[in-house]
């Protein structure tokens, strides 16, 4: 008898053990690293979205790394569990909700693109209803607070973006290698680092690919170790966070700066060179503004957070001059010279060329190395020619040409002599077929309190569709 419930005893034993192992096992699969668990497990969860374990990372790039910027500077943030989509939210998903389709591309399961920062946070919220859940946002105009607590969809914060594309590594992009064009939708022709090693391609560790020059459907390449894709490429994303600089103390989910004039949105897009889909790497644009490469990933809550963010908008509006409008451009080959005088002559205004003191080489292959090379250091070449009186003028037209997937280094040089702010920018670009790169980001990062209007790009020198293109970028601007 003894024996018996001995045995009787050990097997209830083993049972609770097991029992307590399956409960431990179920926790791991859903709970959040904070708040109220069985809240969370009674949640449904959305299809095609999955659960991001929060922990602790750097930020950032370290100033070793290649092609960084100077706003990605390291430091130590945490992050709480999330819900993050597996895809890049498609036109079917955002023509359901809203009944329209903005994209410049048109397939059901390509991203939608060609939306503002505005239009995301409205479509979570539209979406949100939809589903009977409560709202992330509060919309008043231009300013947008966040409700931490709700449990509708939003987009990620920065901080959120880069670690769940990081998905645990420290390198520049998730895979080992840099990635190549059968791995990510980019401007395949431009891999990582091919800037410095444009003529000589035996030391890279990626070969030019294909650059497909159009969107392709959600998850058409293999995920990230966290069952994310396209963190790299396709589309960038936007995020909620405004730009500004990192700070430099350690954080818990962060959410940016409390105002400001420019948006984040991360990953880069199908028109980007490599360099700019790196995990650190930041562009911006003003939040009522949408671009053909660039689209949203939605997230939602693992737990209820606590507070409410307010999202102040900055952003002055143009119109502080005496109305009159200056073109500036910058030159080497001469097709943006040609674009600069065709809007001249529908317009015009007043024509000003940007000059350097010592001018790059007349050598196109000498003047692909010094145009990385100066973009690479951020040097700020010393300009000839200056304008005299920029405070009479409202608009200022910028013109360059696309070096490097940016702006040649003396127009950086032109947008930091003189005050900008309240003025209307309108860039003008020419290029051999990735229409602006990373170009308005960097405008937008000179010159923050200036007004950005809608850019125009020509494909070198614009043919006989010339003056037409103009004609109607002219108009789109309000400029008769």
Avoid at 125 to 131: H, I, M, T, V
């Amino acid at each position: 008898m003894k024996k018996f419930l001995s045995l009787l005893l050990a097997l209830l034993f083993v049972c609770s053990l097991a029992a307590c192992s399956q409960s431990e096992n179920k926790d791991d699969m859903t709970a959040p690293v904070e708040g109220n668990t069985s809240e969370m497990m009674e949640m449904e969860i959305p299809e095609n979205f999955v659960l991001i374990k929060g922990g602790t990372f750097q930020m950032g790039s370290p100033g070793t790394e290649a092609w960084r910027s100077a706003d990605e500077t390291q430091h130590t943030v945490t992050v709480s569990d999330f819900y993050m989509s597996k895809y890049e939210l498609t036109q079917k998903e955002y023509e359901e909700i809203t009944g329209n389709n903005p994209s410049n591309f048109s397939g059901e399961n390509l991203p939608v693109e060609n939306i503002s920062w505005l239009d995301a946070v409205t479509f979570c919220n539209a979406r949100s209803g939809k589903e009977n859940l409560t709202p992330a946002y509060t919309i008043d105009g231009q300013n947008v607070s966040w409700d931490r607590s709700a449990n509708g969809y939003r987009l990620p914060t920065e901080a959120e973006w880069e670690y769940a594309c990081r998905a645990g590594t420290t390198t520049p992009f998730y895979m080992e290698n840099s990635p190549s064009s059968e791995e990510a939708n980019y401007y395949g022709h431009y891999p990582y680092e091919i800037e410095d090693n444009y003529f000589s391609q035996g030391n890279l560790q990626v070969q030019p690919g294909e650059y497909r020059q159009t969107t392709v459907p959600v998850g058409s390449f293999s995920e990230n170790p966290y069952g994310l894709y396209d963190m790299h490429g396709n589309v960038s994303e936007w995020v909620w966070d405004y730009y500004g600089e990192y700070p430099a103390e350690e954080q818990t989910n962060p959410a940016g700066p409390a105002t400001g004039t420019l948006r984040v949105y991360r990953g880069g897009g199908w028109n980007d060179f490599a360099k700019n889909m790196r995990s650190a790497y930041r562009a911006t644009l003003e939040q009522n503004k949408g671009s053909f490469n660039l689209g949203i990933r939605l997230v939602r809550n693992a737990a209820p957070g606590t507070g409410s963010v307010s999202g102040t908008s900055s952003q002055t509006t143009g119109g502080n001059g005496s109305g009159k409008i200056l073109i500036a451009y910058f030159s080497w080959g001469g097709n943006t010279e040609g674009v600069a005088e065709e809007i001249q002559r529908q317009t015009g205004a007043d024509l000003f060329e940007i000059t350097m003191v010592t001018p790059y080489s007349s050598d196109y292959n000498t003047v692909l190395d010094e145009a990385q090379r100066d973009q690479k250091a951020q040097v700020r070449p010393e300009l000839a020619s200056h304008v005299e009186n920029m405070a009479q003028y409202d608009i200022v037209m910028i013109g360059y040409p696309n070096w490097w997937a940016s702006i040649p280094m003396p127009v950086a040089s032109f947008l930091e002599e003189y005050d900008f702010s309240g003025k209307t920018i309108l860039p003008f670009c020419s290029h051999g077929g990735g229409r602006f790169g990373q170009s308005l980001t960097a405008i937008t990062k000179l010159v923050p309190n200036a007004v950005m209007g809608e850019a125009l790009s020509i494909h070198y020198s614009g043919g006989s569709k010339l003056p037409t293109d103009v004609a109607e970028w002219l108009k789109t601007n309000g400029i008769g």
